[in-house]
């Protein structure tokens, strides 16, 4: 089978339907956040790239028809019609690493009306669980104000997948690192890592277990501290350093206990030992305010290893995100249910200075000052430009670059860690005459339906 499978029951349904009906007509569906969840000012986009890869290779197969009809407890021959359906639509799309807000397209998809439905799932798991991660390492960046930031949230992360997505997700935010040696090595990442508490525990001492790994590792090293008592150990971390005449590049790492309080005393410690350039290295159950906590007190920490609470994005797990039809055959159509009614029609976002954004129809001119953000990324199927899977770390480095530019451009009271405002994008005047001329073409259909 192949991951055409990997889809809500009710995709498939409603797929099989219209192709009997013969509704295959161009539809566009738009993929957006509602409202942001609690303690956040803005979004990055992320998971596009997968998005693309997913729908280039995208084919219903005689295995996963059969899959189709297993489920259902039909005969294969019902579900024939959507064997060979492959994704021939358009891609439009903020690209990764861009800084979205409330409402706005993170993507908008045409494609004949069976293929943009059967494609929402995937699409949807990949955008909503990646730009909330992505959102949480950013805040993370923000917190460190400048300290370097590393990934460690492989163990804990809810699949390896997952696992791989954070150590990107922390690099396109500006992380220094990842532990997570897969992600390194295909993203063109810097792979970090110390050792286990185990490693301690195996050697009759801290100061033979230090030794051994620093034969083994001739290089800068990175000892843990605190298996026993924190202090006692970076003395010893101290001691040895010394006597291998090693000092630059290398760190003690604090993984439990008033990380504040023991960070000053560390630093104490490797300063009375004359060793001011080995670093500080916190980790354990970090998290953007904790972070930002130790920052604010004045820690003398120096690099911020983040995991468990960032690689699940702990506090805030799942973005109200939707995937809306807004068009289908050339008719610009919504929804009007309370609370969650949606705006018609293919859209642009302009973006403006300080994150002023319009919301508008895809073919209005920008306002003056402003940048349209969505960008046509695949037609026909295919990728429109850019480097493909081969150049993982550009198209990285391209995201980056757009997150640190657009991050620089925030008001200050969206950047906070605490209690944060999100700025509001408007509606053009072009997108809320075509919303009240829907409603009421919609309205006029009922009352003589």
Known sequence: MSEAVTTDLYEVTMALSYLREGMTGPATFSLFVRDLPPDRGFLVAAGLE????????????????????????????????????????????VPEGRVVLPWEPLLEITAPLPQ??????????????????????ARCVLAADGHPVVDFSLRRTHGPQAGYQAARLGAMTGYAGTSNVAAARAEGLTAVGTMAHSYIEVFDSEEEAFHAFARSHPGPVTFLVDTYDTENGVATAARVLHSLGLGPGCAVRLDSGDLGA??????????????????????????????????????????????????????????????????????????????????????????????????????????????????????????????????????????????????????PEARRIASPVAPRAVLSGALTELAVRVRHRIERELLTA
């Open 116 to 137: 943009a439905q059967l494609v929402e799932s995937y699409v949807l798991n990949l955008v909503n669980h990646q730009t909330t991660v992505a959102s949480k390492c």
């Open 50 to 93: 997968p998005v693309l890869d997913h729908l280039a290779s995208y084919r219903v197969e005689p295995e996963d028809v059969d899959a189709f009809a297993s489920v259902l407890g039909r005969p294969a021959g019902d579900l024939a019609p959507l064997l060979g359906l492959a994704f021939t639509g358009e891609v439009r799309a």
């Open 262 to 411: 023991l960070a000053v005393r560390a630093r104490a410690v490797l300063d009375a030992a004359g060793l001011p350039e080995v670093r500080i290295v916190a980790s354990g159950g970090l998290d953007e305010f904790a972070v930002d906590r130790l920052v604010r007190s004045g820690a003398p920490i120096d690099v911020y290893a983040v995991g468990t609470r960032v690689g699940v994005s702990a506090d805030a797990p799942y973005l109200d995100s939707a995937y809306k039809l807004v068009e289908y055959d050339g008719r610009p159509v919504m929804k009007l249910s309370s609370a969650k009614a949606t705006a018609p029609g293919r859209k642009q976002v302009f973006r403006g200075p300080g994150c002023a954004d319009v919301i508008g129809l895809h073919d209005e001119s920008p306002p003056p000052g402003s940048v349209p953000l969505l960008e046509t990324v695949m037609q026909d199927g295919r990728r429109t430009s850019g480097p493909g899977r081969s150049d993982r770390p550009g198209r990285l480095e391209a995201a980056r670059r757009r997150f640190l530019a657009d991050l620089g451009e925030l008001p």
